[in-house]
């Protein structure tokens, strides 16, 4: 199994995977480079009945595991940066967690605790970083689970529900599923880019 590949992850572990993935994703440091975005629209995908895919899943099963897996995942990784504090960043070898970890800093600062937990979602690495980062940051736990739970639900049923208008709307659309997965990881990085953009433009304005 190809662990980078959403397909493989749906065809081997169904729904299963789903869940396995976004726990890992968002609640291991280990789990930076796992296809959370891509994952969550190709399972929407394959929920359409005229998807002739690798696997036929349900879209109920689908986002209960998806939901699961995130809100899991999320509290688990604030646990864990309760418990390791700093000291587990800073052993993290990986040049995009550090990175990960300046952005998810610059988010807490810029927009506060509620904002940058919802927003962090829809960020790659940096929702795998964040929630760590929030438990060392010593966020209210109350406040830290209201708004994982919300940025997760609206991450997680937002990009599978996409997936699934968009196999339900166009007949055969799997077969262009690789050009599509490009896409939406494309999509997934533009917060990411536009956060960098404004950050160096602000930085410009400050000397």
Same mark, same amino acid.
């Given at each position: ?26 609640? =291991? ?29 349900? =879209? ?48 807490? +600062? ?92 602000? +930085?410009?304005?400050?000397?």
């Amino acid at each position: 199994m190809n662990p980078l590949s959403a397909t493989s992850w749906l065809a081997t572990l169904g729904a299963a995977g789903v869940f396995l993935v976004l726990v890992a994703e968002t609640g =291991l440091l280990i789990g930076f480079f796992l296809p959370g975005d891509s994952l969550l629209f190709t399972a929407g995908l394959f929920c359409t009945t005229g998807a002739t895919a690798p696997v036929h899943l349900s =879209l109920p099963l689908v986002l209960v595991a998806a939901v699961a897996g995130a809100l899991s995942g999320a509290q688990t990784g604030f646990i864990l940066g309760r418990r390791g504090g700093r000291a587990a960043l800073a052993k993290i070898g990986s040049p995009h967690l550090h990175r990960g970890v300046e952005r998810a800093e610059e988010l807490f +600062s810029r927009y506060g605790h509620a904002k940058a937990i919802v927003l962090a979602r829809f960020i790659p690495v940096v929702r795998t970083v964040l929630n760590p980062l929030a438990g060392i940051l010593a966020v209210p736990a109350r406040t830290f689970t209201l708004w994982q739970a919300l940025g997760g639900l609206l991450w997680t049923i937002g990009v599978t529900v996409a997936g699934y208008v968009l196999g339900a709307s166009v007949p055969g659309i799997d077969q262009y599923l690789l050009p599509i997965i490009a896409v939406v990881v494309v999509l997934s990085l533009l917060p990411l880019a536009f956060e960098l953009r404004r950050g160096r433009r602000d +930085s410009v304005k400050g000397r």
